[in-house]
Each structure stands twice: as C-alpha cells, then as structure tokens.
C-alpha cells in the first residue's frame, strides 16, 4: 500500500519560514518525480514546486522562486519544502505528489497558516 504522509506544517508569522516534509512507501520512490501542490481556500489546487526522480531538475512556480526550495533524498525516501519569507498568501493546504508515467499517489495534506 503506497503512502505518503506529509508533516511540518502550522502557523508562522509572515517574514517566517516552515520546512515541510513528505515521507513515502510502499513505492520504489527514487523512481517518481514529486511535487509539491497547495490549496488556498476557495481556489483550486496549484502546483508549487517539482523534483525530478534523481533530484537533478527542479521547477517552482513563479510566485515562490526564491523563497522555496524543493528536494529530496532517496535514501530517506522523503522529499521536502523548505519555504522562508512566508507570506499571508502562501496560507493553504500543502500536498505531496508523486508521479511515474500514468501512476500518481496524493499525501493527506498538511496545513500551512501565515498570519500575524
């Protein structure tokens, strides 16, 4: 049974920073590339950022270039979102992804609040 179970969510004061992790079984993980998505209440599930299997490639979107950094380590079969300078905006669901052809599993979701 494939897992992926997210953690290091909660509430942070703006400016702040949060590292999120995503652990994953069940799966042969270093072959899978992983995002990241989030939800913010009331708008549609967004991609954040994305790792390609072996860790050589990553994407974000634009409005987290250089405030958020994906990786991942395979040996831990975990990958992870180190986000600083929080904004309010950035206040949502956070989900893990992972991806392998026309396979793809969802973590839980892990909340994530930005507020003073």
């Known amino acids: 049974q494939v897992q992926l179970v997210e953690s290091g969510g909660g509430l942070v004061q703006p400016g702040g920073s949060l590292r999120l992790s995503c652990a994953a079984s069940g799966l042969t993980f270093s072959s899978y590339a992983m995002r990241w998505y989030r939800q913010a209440p009331g708008k549609e599930r967004e991609l954040v950022a994305g790792?390609?299997?072996?860790?050589?490639?990553?994407n974000y979107a634009d409005s987290v270039k250089g405030r958020f950094t994906i990786s991942r380590d395979n040996g831990k079969n975990t990958v992870y979102l180190q986000m600083n300078s929080l904004k309010a905006e950035d206040t949502g669901v956070y989900y893990c992804?992972?991806?392998?052809?026309?396979?793809?599993?969802w973590g839980q979701g892990t909340q994530v609040t930005v507020s003073s």
């Open positions: 790792i390609s299997p072996a860790g050589a490639r990553t």
């Open positions: 992804y992972a991806v392998l052809f026309q396979t793809q599993y």
